[in-house]
């Protein structure tokens, strides 16, 4: 059990510090055929582009014990493109809405009037269409925009975001917040759940308690002498804690395990599972708004 706690003696303490395990980032796109006649009140035609698939690096940096037998770090992550996964390249250029224009338009909506006719003049002046034409690159890390600026200017604080604009831009070379896990020195039951996230015991995006509550571990390990229930973690990218549950048993190389998915209920809206109710406004089942953790505005 030794080797299992959060101590630089143990076996694990490199596998927990650099995780050796490969992660990958697999996206697909739907790419408009027919921006024209949208325009012309047609029903959109779409075309799936990809996988284009990324392998994550993650390694923690800033490691620092506190006596309470915690632990806080930094988790470093980068984003490398696989082409051999992949089918397509980041070079290649696919027609999709123009997610700023449309974002700008419905932020409109809650400004007073005066704002409204400023951000409209600068619509109209910089000529921005319904759909673009970019590269997949430039879609996921980032492009140049002159109405980021033009926002900023009129509306600072608006936008979190300045001169770029990209899907997955505040996800390379970055990190998913300061975790504080508890180190199992005294209670190896303990070991990996988290005490805090940024400080917090629990979040405010949600609308209830229960919704807002940390759980768990990070997602990557788990205390020993498990059974076969459930797991839960919290992840910084879906703003919330998840609960994975029980699957089947199995065997990797002669060593038991246990295999765990999501269930139904995890994205599930508030009609169709009451307890999610707090995750609202909700679409359709299947689909998390965290609008209120990552912008202003409608954020899937």
């Known amino acids: 059990l030794q080797n299992v706690r959060i101590d630089p003696s143990s076996i694990s303490f490199q596998m927990w510090k650099d ?30 582009r990809g996988p284009y698939v990324y392998r994550e690096y993650r390694s923690k940096t800033n490691i620092t014990f506190h006596e309470n037998d915690t632990v806080s770090y930094l988790e470093d992550r980068n984003l490398f493109f696989q082409p051999h996964l992949s ?53 996921m890390w980032g492009y140049e925009d002159p109405l980021i600026d033009a926002i900023n200017m009129i509306v600072p604080g608006l936008i979190p975001f300045k001169g770029k604009f990209g899907l997955f831009m505040d996800f390379n070379n970055s990190n998913s917040g300061l975790f504080t896990v508890n180190t199992g020195m005294k209670n190896i039951s303990q070991v990996h759940m988290v005490d805090s996230w940024n400080g917090l015991k629990k979040v405010n995006y949600w609308r209830s308690s229960q919704c807002n509550m940390i759980n768990g571990t990070a997602g990557e390990m788990w205390p020993p002498f498990m059974s076969p229930t459930s797991l839960e973690f919290y992840s910084p990218d879906a703003c919330r804690s998840m609960t994975l549950v029980y699957e089947q048993s199995g065997r990797f190389k002669g060593v038991p395990t246990y295999r765990f998915v999501a269930p139904r209920t995890l994205f599930a809206n508030g009609t169709d599972y009451p307890p999610n109710e707090g995750f609202c406004p909700c679409m359709q089942s299947g689909i998390q708004n965290v609008s209120t953790c990552r912008l202003s505005e409608s954020f899937f």
């Open 87 to 139: 089918n397509g390249t980041e070079e290649e250029y696919i027609v999709v809405p123009n997610i700023m224009m449309m974002g700008a338009a419905v932020m409109m909506e809650k400004l007073p009037m005066f704002l409204k006719i400023l951000l409209s003049g600068a619509l109209s002046s910089l000529k921005q269409e319904a759909f673009m034409n970019r590269t997949v690159g430039e879609i």
């Open 19 to 48: 995780i050796p395990v490969p992660f990958y980032l697999s996206v697909h796109f739907f790419e408009v055929l027919n921006p024209k006649e949208v325009l012309q009140g047609a029903k959109p035609v779409l075309g799936q």
